[in-house]
């Protein structure tokens, strides 16, 4: 059974500091990873996309990717508190729009000001 | 972006009457939809894969009689919530292939649904 895990949280960090999310998944024949932010009662919208091993860059984001382990992670740098919400890790074995994806459940982010 | 337009965005419906949503890509083409279920403090989970001209493809445990999925056009998808009970309380959220191919996916606002 294909499953994605993430830290439900809550993830604290101070405004300003680097907030750092973590997620694992178990389908090894996964190949697109994407990072969504949810606003409670929202739909999800995407953060980060990443398909190869390594580190993407995106503004203050920044998604990372290591298959042999499994992994993902996203670091948001300058933390905001228009940041804090909820965090969903998805995986797709196709890509995001070919294949439906498996979300984990979230890690819910609390920027303090 | 591309945009997915749901509608409604919320509704309330008495228990044992149907309710349609609709998901529409407003500025490209969706020859695939994807429809999904959140309950309250879960995460998405996948409930359909929809296609254009041909019938959906329904994960493990999602009854296919009990929603319906329509997807008669490459702009629009339907999910219909037939008999609904206060189990089906939940937020529907559809979501399509961007115009630039299938590597992302573009979600609608979703649909808030309480059976009463």
């Known amino acids: 059974q294909k499953e994605v895990e993430q830290n439900s949280g809550p993830l604290s960090v101070p405004e300003g500091a680097i907030a750092s999310l973590n997620c694992t998944y178990s389908?090894?024949?996964?190949?697109?990873f994407f990072w969504y932010r949810q606003y409670s009662g929202k739909s999800p919208e995407l953060i980060m996309s990443?398909?190869?091993?390594g580190d993407k860059e995106d503004g203050r984001f920044t998604a990372q990717l290591n298959k042999a382990s499994q992994y993902v992670s996203l670091l948001i740098r300058d933390s905001q508190p228009s940041d804090s919400a909820t965090y969903l890790c998805?995986?797709?074995?196709?890509?995001?729009?070919?294949?439906?994806?498996?979300f984990g459940k979230g890690t819910h982010l609390i920027i303090q000001p | 972006g591309a945009v997915v337009s749901q509608h409604p965005s919320w509704v309330i419906c008495k228990s044992g009457t149907s309710v349609k949503i609709e998901c529409r890509s407003l500025?490209?083409?969706?020859?695939?939809m994807f429809w999904y279920r959140q309950f309250p403090k879960q995460s998405l989970m996948l409930m359909a894969t929809?296609?254009?001209?041909?019938?959906?493809?329904?994960e493990q445990g999602v009854e296919k009689d009990k929603f319906l999925i329509n997807h008669a056009s490459l702009t629009l998808s339907t999910l219909t919530v037939t008999s609904a009970h206060p189990e089906d309380s939940s937020f529907y959220i559809c979501?399509?292939?961007?115009?630039?191919?299938?590597?992302?996916?573009?979600f609608g606002q979703g649909t808030r649904l309480t059976v009463v």
């Open positions: 979501s399509a292939a961007g115009p630039q191919g299938n590597t992302e996916a573009f």
């Open positions: 500025d490209f083409q969706a020859t695939t």
């Open positions: 929809s296609n254009e001209g041909s019938k959906a493809t329904y």
């Open positions: 990443i398909y190869s091993n």
């Open positions: 389908d090894r024949g996964s190949q697109s």
């Open positions: 998805a995986v797709s074995k196709g890509g995001g729009g070919a294949d439906g994806l498996t």
